[in-house]
């Protein structure tokens, strides 16, 4: 009996020091989850983060998400099918003790949870895991971070990965006191080469007592980098600008047909663009419903029935109202007002007084990044289409019969009349071509601009600007016009505003119509020169 007495003694000490062997700074680290400490949280991040243990991560990505719950020394980790897992052992737990509580966080717990991700998924086996690890530590700059950082840099295969990692080290020796001179002159090369405003604002806010080389170099290499970023500036607004004429021509090009032939002052163009964008919401209303597999087409089965759409209202304007009032620009004037406010009444009857949702298909998102020149796949799509409509009807007014005898309609009706061209019938016709025009227009607008009752009359006096400026009836003059107003518009809205530089840009265009009436590109034609 007494020999068994002291051997269960023994297996009792046995077990104990042997938990006590088996303890870490893993299994020390997690009392503190408990403490109810912000100070205490932090360090227990940091030891769990650094300890390797294999829980490591499912208990800062729990902190992180709000299902890390402590009480007495004890934490576990609730899964999303809402039961318990013991953050120490990794098992499932039974009933819940009834003092658990969620551990608390605040922002600098926030920045400790993603730099010790961050740290914890630098050697994953998936390389989106680790460039997303690499930007959360170029975030956080957390020094604890940085022996797994070397080991990831030297057996990285990726060269993008790689090259955010050291810009990750760069970042946490730049701020690093005790780094050496020689690590910190190569993190600012490191920045200086990566060029963006995070980059600009490390190299800008060095420490006071920074040694002075340091200072000089970072000071030299903030310098080049704003340079680089007034440069790329300029190029995103050039290309803002490119943007926005295409947006300009493509409302602008059927105004300049129906102009150009008939010179009417047609203030409902803006609402055959309207009624392109609400053709884009019916077609994909019915896709939605109908055929969803269908919505990435969308856009191209919209284009034809907005065409049509457009058309035909415009045609029945030309026939209904307009016929009776050629020669007479200021009745026009005043009667497609009039119209313009008819149909936005109408489609607000139909749809609604509210912005409509048009969606945008997958193919159509996302960017392309060129430097510091972020290209929209949307807008990209739209200047493309912009130059097409513009080639495509070039190509019908040169080699087709209806662009014949509109360019001739245009250039001496009474001439064009005399040779048997009925100019009515091309009126209507090339009225219908306008608006058809501007309702694909509608399409394209419809995944950039609000789809609203007044989606047209934000386009309006822009387009009749782009007109008037590149020459009525020439398409070349309005491609050229829409391209330098919107390129103008844009360079000088940071410096002028919005507003004020639309204004700036109305001015010089009244200025340069009284130097050149017929605009840019004057048509040829004895009636138009007499």
């Known amino acids: ?30 009392p503190k989850f408990s403490a109810g ?93 680790r460039m997303e690890a690499a930007r959360a530590v170029f975030r956080s700059r957390d020094e604890a971070a940085l022996p797994n950082l070397d080991k990831a840099v030297g057996q990285e295969g990726d060269a993008g990965v790689k090259q955010a990692l050291q810009e990750a080290r760069a970042a946490i020796l730049l701020t690093k006191a005790d780094a050496s001179a ?60 490119i943007s926005l004429g295409s947006v300009l021509l ?36 019915l896709i939605r419903t109908y055929s969803p597999g269908l919505f990435g087409a969308s856009l191209f089965i919209a284009l034809p029935l907005a065409f049509l759409v457009a058309g035909a209202v415009g045609i029945l304007i030309e026939r209904s109202v307009i016929r009776f009032l050629y020669g007479r620009p200021l009745e026009t004037l005043l009667a497609t007002w009039g119209l313009s406010l008819i149909l936005q009444q109408g489609v607000r009857t139909i749809f609604g007084p509210t912005n409509r949702e048009v969606g945008t298909p997958a193919w159509m998102s996302g960017a392309w990044e060129i430097g510091a020149l972020s290209l929209t796949y949307n807008r990209i799509v739209i200047v493309v289409f912009a130059f097409s409509v513009f ?22 009706r009474r001439m064009a009349g005399s040779m048997g061209i009925r100019t009515s019938r091309i009126d209507a016709l090339a009225f219908g071509l306008g608006s058809g025009v501007a309702g694909i227009a509608g399409v394209a607008l419809s995944q950039i601009d609000n789809v609203s009752p007044n989606l047209g009359q934000g386009y309006i006096i ?33 410096y002028a505003g919005a507003v004020l530089g639309k204004i700036v840009l109305l001015i010089a265009i009244i200025l340069f119509i009284q130097r050149r009436p017929r605009g840019l590109f004057a048509l040829k034609g004895r009636a138009v020169e007499a």
């Open 1 to 30: 009996m007494f020999c068994l007495r002291h051997l269960l003694r023994a297996v009792v000490l046995l077990v104990g020091f042997t938990a006590t062997a088996v303890a870490g700074p893993y299994e020390d680290a997690l």
């Open 37 to 129: 400490s912000y100070s205490e949280t932090d360090e227990a991040i940091g030891a769990v983060a650094s300890s390797g243990h294999p829980m490591a991560q499912a208990v800062i990505e729990a902190l992180q998400d709000g299902r890390l719950l402590a009480g007495n020394g004890q934490v576990f980790i609730r899964d999303p099918s809402g039961g318990l897992v013991n953050a120490a052992t990794g098992q499932a737990f039974g009933a819940a003790p009834a003092d658990l509580k969620p551990v608390r966080v605040n922002n600098r717990v926030r920045r400790a949870i993603e730099a010790a991700l961050g740290g914890l998924t630098l050697l994953s086996p998936n390389a989106g895991t």
């Open 182 to 241: 020689e690590d910190r002159l190569s993190a600012v090369s490191t920045l200086r080469a990566r060029g963006d405003q995070d980059a600009l604002a490390l190299l800008s806010n060095l420490s006071a007592d920074s040694p002075p080389a340091l200072v000089a170099a970072a000071q030299q290499a903030a310098d080049a980098v704003r340079s680089r970023l007034e440069f790329w500036s300029a190029v995103q607004n050039v290309w803002y600008g």
């Open 250 to 285: 493509l409302a602008a090009i059927g105004l300049a047909i129906t102009f150009g032939t008939m010179g009417v002052i047609n203030m409902a163009h803006g609402e055959m663009v309207m009624l392109g964008a609400y053709t884009t919401f019916v077609v994909q209303e």
């Open 391 to 412: 080639a495509v009807l070039l190509l019908v007014l040169r080699y087709t019969s209806l662009g014949l005898f509109v360019r001739a309609v245009t250039q001496n």
């Open 462 to 494: 822009d387009s009749f600007m782009v007109v008037v400026f590149g020459g009525v009836g020439n398409l070349w003059g309005t491609l050229v016009g829409a391209m330098t107003l919107g390129v103008a518009n844009k360079l000088l809205e940071p």
